[in-house]
């Protein structure tokens, strides 16, 4: 079941959670802080204290051996066997001191910096899990109302036959689109567990051919160009794999290319394996999130100022099928605007092949 909570009750979470989490900081700076400078001093006491033992031994054995007339002068003392074993002993323990604190500093710096890692993972994933139950209430409640709406619509109103079947289809695309946003889910909950794949051999080109004018048909006004290095190209690979891979790359780069989208799509045949590139003209990706937007549930900017809808799946679940196939995807920046999703699938094996 999902809970749908208002802009209010999400802005108020948010304000108490970064509150937390800068008086969090503070606290825990100052406490490091106070340990470093404590820890510091410390130190300098022990080699002090150190010191000052060495001093009243040697002194002390200074006064005997010239009690018992075995130096004349303090020249002497230094070149006894006494004196330097006392001195190798009191320079070993500086070592050990220093040593422990090099350790203790050491210990301190990996533990604050896996502490602040841990901590900053656990604020992303609560940002993420924000985000993601903003952007899916969004994406529920929209169709939901709309197919609501329809259905009031037939019951209070007596519409002629055309109106009926316009609005029926608008029920019909708002079905699609929460029936394809559930499979989005359940696939993603499959890929890192159950998802494996099935090679089988087929056309690459007419596969991303056929897909391109599915697609076009669907965005009329985004220009989408298909250019294969060849006009057949027969590979071993996982077609559903691919197939949710080349919609997911669409769908994502018309997203987020305002206004008519204009979308390249590219196939190279490679030695060891085929080479994808989907490329548009739209918003970009900064350097920064190059990596975190295959992360599920990841999508740039705060979900309640972002106008592109969406719930941070489709990049998740192409990096999942493309690592699952043993390949490589990047994210390049296009020219010159614009992001380049490459991909990289190596050959398959005919052994590997099923047939059923």
Known sequence: MYYFCSYKEYNTDLVITMDNKIYLRILTYLVIAYMLVAFAWWTKLLFLKNQDAFNSKRDFMELVMFVEKKIQNKQELYTT???IQLSDKY???EWMILGEAIIFV???VIGIWLINRGYNRIIETTRQSRNFLLSISHELKSPLSSIKLTLETFIKRDLDREKTLKL???ALLETERLNELVDNLLLASKLETAYKPVYEKFDLVELIGGLQKRLALKYPESQLQFQPQESKLDIIADKFGLT???VN???NAKKYSFGPAQIDIKLYKLQDGIRLEVGDQGVGIDDKNKKKVFNRFYRIGDEETRKTKGTGLGLFIVKQIVTTSKG?????DNSPKGTIIDIFLPNHSPKEYITE
């Open 81 to 83: 066997p006494e004196y």
């Open 91 to 93: 320079k070993r323990q």
């Open 106 to 108: 050491l210990s301190i």
């Open 168 to 170: 029926a289809s608008n």
């Open 244 to 246: 949710l891979v080349v």
């Open 249 to 251: 790359l669409i769908e």
């Open 328 to 332: 490589e995807i990047k994210v390049l």
